[in-house]
């Protein structure tokens, strides 16, 4: 006895009559059918198609996502490119203030960091020049 199959038209590779838009068809006998449905085919045309549509569901998805990903890319080159761009003249601003500087052992004359940006005012750095000058003992 014969019997027919269906499988999407868009996972058959060149098996099967091309029937409806999306569905290949193959007549095969009884006792070949658990082969050939272990093999992606279907013995009724309605989940067939219900494969078909999900097949070219995930066609879709994976061309979106491949686009999500390529422009992902690309953006995060043109951040990197502008890191490294900001990052040659940036400062850190992380660093310490002019009172934990010298609380080091530094000089406040060599306040800040280099590298850092001052976390101190002006007024402060030069009253902690001015307490080291006054506290260092004189030159012999």
Do not use: C
Request: hydrophobic fraction near 45%; proline fraction near 4%; charge should be negative.
């Amino acid at each position: 006895m014969s019997i027919a199959i269906f499988k999407p038209f868009i996972l058959a590779a060149q098996e099967g009559e091309r029937v409806w838009e999306k569905l290949v068809q193959k007549v095969v006998e009884k006792h070949e059918v658990d082969a050939h449905v272990a093999d992606g085919w279907h013995t009724d045309a309605a989940t067939a198609l219900e494969a078909a549509n999900a097949a070219e569901v995930e066609q879709e998805n994976a061309a979106l996502q491949a686009q999500i990903d390529a422009t992902k890319a690309k953006l995060d080159g043109r951040k990197a490119k502008k890191q490294a761009a900001d990052g040659a003249d940036a400062l850190r601003t992380d660093g310490p203030t002019v009172a934990e500087y010298v609380a080091a052992g530094y000089q406040a004359v060599n306040y800040p960091p280099q590298g850092y940006a001052s976390r101190s005012t002006a007024e402060e750095i030069a009253a902690a020049v001015k307490a080291q000058a006054e506290a260092a003992p004189p030159a012999a």
